[in-house]
């Protein structure tokens, strides 16, 4: 049976389809499952995303449905798999970014991670760990009032610092002149809050997730 190459845990259901979306439009055979078993519907596709509905849900209850929906995901056996959150980093004040992040490294036994929130086609940048909304700095955009998961800390690291007890750092890039974006000195710590250009154009190459 074909495995998937790349899986997905998506805290919203809104956020699973955008992903599912952005896939399937890149060209990968790609399947949304928002309620039920992967593994039934995951056969011949080259990506699932899993909807786990945990954005608004508390710190405690975030982890445990992220971790049972990595678990899940796990067992296909993928190269890759990634916790979808909103690319505005919003969420409760105690979650659920960290928890889900500390769930699914739990779940697979990692160590570190690069917490990646920029879209730049959706107008969301980062730099030097601080995050806007098109030109604004996140903490004067409309989502700073958002109803359920108000988002009014730009700095990025802070944030998940304060939603997890493991360290997060920004990346500083190097000053070397022939270095590449992945050349960049960050302090070790389970999570690297990054800006998208070290990870999308230099440690992700077709070298790196050719079979």
Not at 99 to 120: I, N
Not at 155 to 162: A, E, G, T
Request: proline content about 8%; some cysteine.
């Amino acid at each position: 049976m074909t495995r998937p190459v790349f899986c997905a845990v998506a805290d919203d259901d809104t956020g699973a389809t955008d992903l599912a979306g952005m896939l399937s439009e890149e060209g990968l055979r790609t399947v949304l499952v928002v309620d039920g078993d992967p593994e039934r519907w995951s056969a011949g596709y080259d990506a699932v995303v899993l909807g786990a509905g945990s954005r608004a849900l508390p710190a405690g209850e975030a982890y445990l449905r992220t971790r049972e929906a990595t678990r899940k995901l796990r067992s296909l056996a993928p190269r890759v798999i990634e916790i979808k959150y909103c690319s505005t980093f919003d969420s409760t004040t105690e979650g659920n970014i960290g928890p889900s992040l500390d769930a699914a490294m739990d779940e697979l036994a990692e160590q570190f991670t690069v917490a990646l929130p920029a879209l730049p086609v959706n107008g969301r940048t980062t730099y030097m760990g601080h995050h806007f909304v098109r030109r604004q700095l996140l903490s004067a955009s409309p989502m700073r009032d958002h109803p359920l998961t108000p988002m009014r800390n730009p700095d990025l690291v802070s944030h998940l610092q304060s939603q997890t007890a493991a360290w997060g750092w920004r990346s500083t890039p190097s000053p070397a002149r022939n270095s590449t974006p992945c050349e960049t000195k960050a302090s070790r710590s389970r999570y690297w809050t990054a800006s998208v250009t070290p990870i999308s154009k230099a440690c992700v190459t077709p070298s790196r997730i050719s079979p």
